[in-house]
């Protein structure tokens, strides 16, 4: 492992300027709400930092979690950072099969003892389940987890299935799936959720261990409180609609072509926690209520037996102080006083935090 190029050098070869990895770190710094003298520490931490090895594990998943990282906007440095980490093992974009593949597993994890990342995509069948509803290579999703997790560092559970079940533990959960921390009890975990989730939280999470050792603030789910902080409702462009009692009642309606609300189509905003309106797909191109679907809630637990895509949580009247009230009802029955507690830290770093610019970044190094 200390044969391999520093992160810093690795981006020089690639022709990435200073300046520009310096506006990466201090975007960085600025999207996991970090105080400005994070971004120094970001700079010189990645700059020195080697080539951590990930063992990346997919279970019982879409691969749709890979496929948006892959397909996430490139080139940019957040791609190279995921580009420059070892991937030592992936179902997906490995091109080793067979027993060449599980080689590589084992090799990447007796050369990293202790040092290397897992990642997990997917949920798997527990501990009580019938082990052969999902094996890979004749190991049993369980029987690989616990293999690999032995000389682990951490454990970062990518997409909602791996964080919270997804849809394989929907019910009736015909294959006993349980979430990646049912089964993990002596190393760290960090759910960053989503169906898929943001390629860009992913890149955070990573860029956050790489610098400080050491995971990042978790909210109540474990899940990185500088991603999931803030409901999807209180980042909404079209709340100033919501607070005015302005709603779509229908997807073709007077009120869905001026983008109103989408709260009477079943828009579960309210009671979501992401970053989906600040961060976007595809670049910052768009996201689901910008192109006129309601919000799913696809990165909070059991989103699939909620009751229904499509099925308003309450519907609230015209009268904007009436809104208002009960907007604040489903902020309380969302998360009650854990939400209360999660709003405040996160105001907390707000409130601490002052921008940096690379200019003045650059003069600190």
């Not at 979690?65 to 974009?93: G, K, M, Q, W």
């Not at 990342?117 to 082990?131: E, I, M, Q, T």
């Not at 607070?243 to 001026?258: H, I, R, V, Y």
Request: net charge negative; glycine share 10%; hydrophobic share 40%.
């Amino acid at each position: 492992m200390h044969d391999r190029p520093t992160l810093g050098e690795t981006l020089e070869r690639q022709g990435v300027s200073r300046r520009g990895f310096l506006k990466f770190c201090v975007t960085t710094a600025s999207l996991l709400a970090l105080p400005p003298t994070a971004a120094t520490a970001i700079a010189e931490a990645l700059g020195q930092a080697r080539r951590p090895s990930v063992i990346w594990l997919s279970f019982q998943e879409c691969t749709g979690c890979t496929e948006s990282l892959t397909r996430s906007f490139a080139p940019t440095l957040e791609n190279l950072i995921l580009e420059t980490i070892s991937l030592d093992y992936h179902h997906t974009l490995q091109a080793a099969a067979g027993e060449a593949a599980e080689r590589a597993r084992e090799e990447a994890m007796h050369a990293n003892e202790g040092q290397y990342l897992v990642v997990v995509d997917g949920s798997l069948p527990g501990p009580g389940a019938n082990p052969g509803y999902s094996t890979i290579a004749g190991i049993s999703n369980l029987q690989m987890l616990e293999e690999t997790l032995a000389g682990a560092a951490a454990v970062v559970a990518v997409g909602s299935c791996a964080a919270f079940g997804g849809l394989p533990m929907a019910d009736p959960n015909p294959t006993g799936a349980v979430p990646v921390s049912k089964v993990v009890r002596d190393k760290p975990v960090i759910n960053v959720s989503g169906c898929p989730p943001l390629p860009m939280v992913i890149t955070g999470v990573l860029a956050h261990y790489l610098t400080f050792g050491r995971l990042p603030e978790l909210d109540e789910y474990g899940r990185p409180l500088a991603f999931f902080g803030q409901s999807i409702h209180d980042r909404c462009y079209r709340r100033p609609f919501y607070d005015k009692g302005l709603f779509a009642e229908t997807f073709d309606d007077e009120g869905a072509k001026k983008g109103w609300c989408l709260y009477r189509l079943g828009c579960k905003g309210p009671m979501a926690y992401n970053a989906c309106a600040t961060m976007k797909w595809n670049g910052g191109t768009s996201w689901p209520i910008e192109s006129g679907h309601p919000c799913l809630g696809c990165s909070e637990p059991d989103f699939w037996d909620a009751g229904g895509f499509y099925r308003a949580l309450s519907v609230p009247t015209g009268d904007i102080a009436t809104t208002a009230a009960v907007g604040g009802l489903l902020g309380a029955a969302a998360g009650g006083a854990a939400v209360v507690k999660t709003r405040r830290a996160k105001a907390d770093a707000i409130s601490a935090h002052r921008p940096i610019t690379a200019e003045e970044l650059e003069q600190q190094l």
